[in-house]
């Protein structure tokens, strides 16, 4: 079964830190460029953070430029955010997701992403 399953959100307070994980599994996802994205309570999902296959590109948004990094590690199928600097607005769930094999460039729209994990949530409190 081909899958992704995010973990590490929690509830913290405004400056800590959090690194969420997502592990994929059930094809080689070494190919595939994948993200991360958030959904609050009455807005959009949006892409937070994005890395190519091989990891040698990535992309942030503008909100969390300098505080949240993207890594992934293809030997053991896993993409990770780190947050640092942890702010209210940060408050979402955050769902990691997978474009198709072959797929190792960046894109930012959900369009671009055809598998996803069921989501974590994060609550940073003032």
């Known amino acids: 079964q081909v899958q992704l399953v995010e973990s590490g959100g929690g509830l913290v307070q405004a400056g800590d830190s959090l690194r969420l994980s997502c592990a994929a599994s059930?094809?080689?996802?070494?190919?595939?460029?994948m993200g991360w994205f958030r959904q609050a309570p009455g807005k959009e999902r949006d892409v937070v953070a994005a890395i190519s296959g091989s990891g040698s590109s990535t992309y942030y948004a503008d909100s969390v430029k300098a505080r949240f990094t993207i890594s992934r590690d293809n030997a053991k199928n896993t993409v990770y955010l780190q947050m640092n600097s942890l702010k209210p607005d940060d408050t979402a769930v955050y769902y990691c997701?997978?474009?198709?094999?072959?797929?190792?460039?960046?894109?930012?729209?959900?369009?671009?992403?055809?598998?996803w994990g069921q989501g974590t949530q994060v609550t940073v409190s003032s």
């Open positions: 059930g094809r080689t996802f070494s190919s595939s460029a």
């Open positions: 997701a997978a474009r198709s094999i072959g797929s190792r460039y960046i894109v930012t729209s959900t369009s671009g992403y055809g598998l």
